[in-house]
């Protein structure tokens, strides 16, 4: 398909769109504003565990962030029909947006771009999840106003046009955003949620079929209908924030970046919390929080071969 038939801003009708994107939550402890009612602090631990001392340890032992083990609720969700159910909805959604001329061209200069970042950071990907060494990779870009993006279990990423051009973000801001959404991924936000779901509900027939005692077909479909309708809780959101940041500065990109991504997002709320903000905390909170972390992954930007090419946002839209 040449570049002349896309279409960057089309209004897109996606029903195999997942719920979840960029900054969603559905986090019952913040309110209105964004601002948490309690905290929720799994990701940031070994952070507090350390205090004082951390700023006497040597640089060296700094690096990197810890956000603890992976959640035991993955364990009842099987990873091998999670990722294939993500993959079936993923190449639905292609061919939907395709249909719609929203679906962006190989030779698109934003494909490319956001092809390059990936295969950057996709390296560094095994060491958070080792089935991320045989995931089959793919980044697509959607012809979109929305301002998101999401990557699906099995590294299926795909941007939203939206967010590139609204926000004018600059390489090392599309990886903060990247590697936010890769971290989801990789520490399986989905199947989590989708394990305590299933342990909450009682889901005893669902389960039977996810895990092969009844029809398979069916139960992708009945995991695919899930993945569509998942929304991560603030403490997963958060998580992907840290693991996104040291995944973003292994490749290269500035991980101070991801303050002036959210301030950008910030000012694009333009005092009302727009979707990718509600029930989600507050964008002073999370550049707290990044400023907090950014000692741990500092030294590892500063050691990260960077980028031989650099890429600009989209033309802004025409007012």
Known sequence: MPDADF?????????????????????????????PRQPARRLFTGLIAAGGALALAPAWAQDGVDVGKQSRFTKLVSAE??????????????RQAQAQKALAPANNTQLIRLRAI??????????????AQQWRWEVNLIGSKELNAFCMPGGKIAFYYGILQQLQLS??????IMGHE??????????????????????????AALFGLGDVGRGLANM????????????????????????????????????????????ASKGAPPQFLSTHPSGPTRIRDIERTLPRVQNLYARAPKPDQRYQPPAPAKS
Not at 82 to 90: C, G, K, S
Not at 171 to 176: F, K, Q, S, T, W
Not at 254 to 266: D, F
């Open 81 to 94: 029909q999670v990722e294939a159910a993500a993959q079936q909805q993923y190449a639905q959604m292609m």
């Open 7 to 35: 279409l960057p801003d089309a209004d897109v009708h996606l029903p195999s769109a997942p719920a979840y994107g960029f900054g969603r939550c559905d986090c019952r402890r913040c309110g209105a504003d964004g601002a």
């Open 182 to 207: 890769m971290a989801h991924a990789l520490r399986e936000h989905a199947r989590e949620r989708m394990g305590k779901n299933m342990a909450t509900n009682g889901a005893i027939q669902l389960g």
């Open 224 to 267: 695919g209908g899930q993945l569509l309708s998942l929304t991560f809780s603030r403490e997963d959101e958060s998580e992907a924030d840290l693991v996104g940041m040291e995944l973003a500065a292994r490749a290269g990109y500035n991980p101070q970046a991801g303050i002036t991504l959210w301030e950008k997002m910030g000012q």
């Open 118 to 131: 990936a295969q950057r950071i996709i390296p560094f990907a095994g060491s958070w999840n080792a089935r």
């Open 171 to 176: 390489d090392d801001e599309v990886a903060m």
